[in-house]
């Protein structure tokens, strides 16, 4: 069945095997805006999931013996594909997600293209070294590896699932993607762009559903080879359950619970800016730094500063160009994140900006909330909330200001805000993140390593760490007479 979506026809069934599939059985997929009914999508469960897997094998063979530069010509015509319909993604992807078109249109599509022109032109250029042992010559090389199953969560639907695709199919892999049940509907159009661009049947294979009935018999099949799962700390633990007995490597992206750390010499209007920043995406970021940890000489100026500014953003509809905060993406998530608040300011915590929802907007909708005075080893500092919501603590020495800053389960990035050069060296070495940025936050690079420490995740991805992931490497040695 085909639904329109801000103008732009949707197909809400599945794509196997270079066809449309339909199982019969359907959810119903609503709107963060205004909790519109957007239409009923195919759910697919353990039959869809036999099935898509059992095209991507079929489709292995022939894909993984193109060259690396015929593979990469299609997944170029798959970024023009996408570059030309932007528009049409981003409109669809802010209506099912309720994140900002401007920064659609401007930043995440863009990058969704750059995620198979980066991959694909990497692939053509992975070297494969020679190396020389006991006068023998050993070759390493980047094989692909089968059937790379791939999920992912509904804040960046596109980008993140691309940013899988991308780099598994420029390795000569066939994919199996589950995309969310809250934000499921760029994934379709995908398949369509991929199709039109000339990927052959079977090499992406696309099956909708939810985590329990599509993502679970995804995570267990015998047939997948690689699994690469972005989503939250307690499914990846699920997720791990399943895919163990078939020794079936993992690339896990989860949570995290990020600090921004201001030291006493920082610029303090970079600080406030940086922690402005935080409310992007009304908060959905797996990457924000929503602890603030500020020298307590800077403390009083800084929240005065961030209290204004933050108060200055606008809450509203997405599609509006002037809106900077918009919904949460469903009534369970916003209750999630509703019921961190309260319970946080029932045990002592301080709104002094925002604390709870802006009910004249429509339903989902969490106002910008900063707290001050929460108790320490609370919920509010350890658990990620994956909203609107920013603590502040306060340290006296750089020491203290460290580990506070490492005190989390998570490690995915770090901010550190300080103006002394030698200080950002010892700092930032001694910060538990898989990225820690100093004096800027969320500058990525497709070439450079990405992933988390702790339960922020298992492995890296990006530039080779991608291939290495995606990749069989094989190390072959040439005996005498070769
Ligand atoms: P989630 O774990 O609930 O769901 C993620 C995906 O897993 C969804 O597609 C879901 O359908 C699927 N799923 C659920 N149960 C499953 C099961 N039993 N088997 C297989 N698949 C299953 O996470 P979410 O709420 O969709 O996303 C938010 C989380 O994602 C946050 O924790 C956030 O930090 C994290 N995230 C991490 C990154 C990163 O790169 N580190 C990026 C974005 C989001």
Redesign the pocket.
Known sequence: MIIEVEGVPVDTRHWIGGRRVSSGRTFANFSPIDEAHLGDIEAGGAAEIDAAVAAARAAFPAWAALTPKERGDILRRVADGIEARVEDLARVETRDNGSLLRSHRRGVMPRVAMNFRYFADFAEQLVHLDREIRGLRERITYDPSGVTAV??????PLM?AT?RIGPALAAGNTVVV?????APLTASLLADIAHEAGLPAGVLNVVQ????E??????RHPGINRLS????????G??AS?AAPNIVPLS?????KSPLLVLEDADLDLAVDLAVEQFDNAG????GAFRLIVHSSLASSFLDKLVERAGRLVQGDPRDPSTDVSAL?SRA?FDRVSGFVSRALASGARAVLGGGPDTSLGGLYFRPTILVDAEPGSEILTE?V?GPVLTMQTFDTEEQGIAMANDTRFG?AATLVTADAARAERVSSRLCAGTVWINCFFVRDLGAP???NGR??IGREGGTWSFDFYCDVKNTVFGKGL
Do not use: D, R, Y
């Open positions: 999920i992912t969560p509904w804040n960046a993140l940013w589950k995309p969310p049940e809250w559903g939810t985590g329990a599509a993502g679970a018999p995804l995570t799962f972005t989503g939250s700390v307690p499914t990846a699920v997720v399943a896990f992206e989860l949570g995290g959905q970021v797996c990457l993406v998530h990620e994956f995915l990405f992933g988390g922020s995740g």
